[in-house]
């Protein structure tokens, strides 16, 4: 990973967003925005929002290492480390730190909440979502490879922010939980590409699988090649 890699764009408007919903949650009590999403379902977004959360899934990452893995093999790394990273730490809050931290389901134990169909809620191991971390070490990665891209680090925030309200939409976390999940994705994301630059920056971490092609001098244009010409 080059030392320009950090996107910046990304890790802006990612921030931007993190602010407000630290705003959000600062103006009113646990729950209330939850229950007020709740209350205002309908058919379109319960079909948009089951289905997209499915890219917060630890398997996305399996369908994109091998992808990686043709191009560049330290891009590769980067997506192992991240998702070893991120899926370790999430664990064991999950599992250990925050075991009996409840989910939208059995803090609103007494009241009537609307189900997407298809959708099971559970009911505990609340803190944080690890779908959002998911998306967010995906993203945060993917706009690192593209550093340059910055409608590209955009689109990434955008699919990631939506991944994390989704969570929230179908009742499965806290705006809290969903926050702390998008810190984790990114801090995740930071911490492999460190790993990455400091162990894995040889030559050969720049190959893939995919053979590159070399330019032969002769086989270019004879307008191109007249210009490589010293005068």
């Known amino acids: 990973m080059k030392r320009k890699s950090i996107p910046s764009v990304y890790i802006f408007f990612y921030f931007f967003t993190l602010i407000i919903g630290g705003i959000v949650l600062l103006n009113a009590p646990k729950g209330d925005y939850e229950l ?3 209350r205002h379902h309908f058919l379109l977004a319960d ?9 917060g899934d630890g398997l996305v990452f ?33 599992q250990l730190v925050f075991l009996n931290a409840p989910r939208p389901a059995a803090f609103f134990k007494d009241i009537d909440l609307v189900q997407v169909a298809g959708v099971p809620m559970h009911h505990w191991h609340s803190f944080p979502s690890g779908h959002t971390a998911t998306a967010f070490a ?86 191109v090649q007249a210009t490589t010409e010293p005068k």
């Open 36 to 38: 007020f999403i709740n």
């Open 47 to 55: 079909l948009f929002f089951s289905n997209v959360t499915y890219l």
């Open 62 to 94: 399996l369908a994109v290492f091998p992808v990686l893995l043709l191009f560049r093999y330290g891009y590769a790394l980067l997506c192992v480390f991240n998702a070893a990273i991120h899926m370790i730490v999430c664990v064991v809050l999950k």
């Open 138 to 223: 995906l993203t945060t990665m993917l706009a690192m490879i593209f550093p340059k891209r910055h409608r590209y680090q955009v689109l990434m925030v955008l699919i990631a922010v939506t991944v994390g309200f989704s969570r929230v939409y179908l009742m499965q976390h806290f705006i809290g939980d969903v926050m702390a999940g998008s810190i984790l994705g990114v801090g995740s994301a930071l911490l492999a590409r460190v790993i990455v630059r400091k162990y894995f920056k040889g030559r050969a971490f720049k190959r893939g699988l995919l053979p590159k092609k070399k330019v032969v001098l002769s086989h270019l244009k004879p307008e």
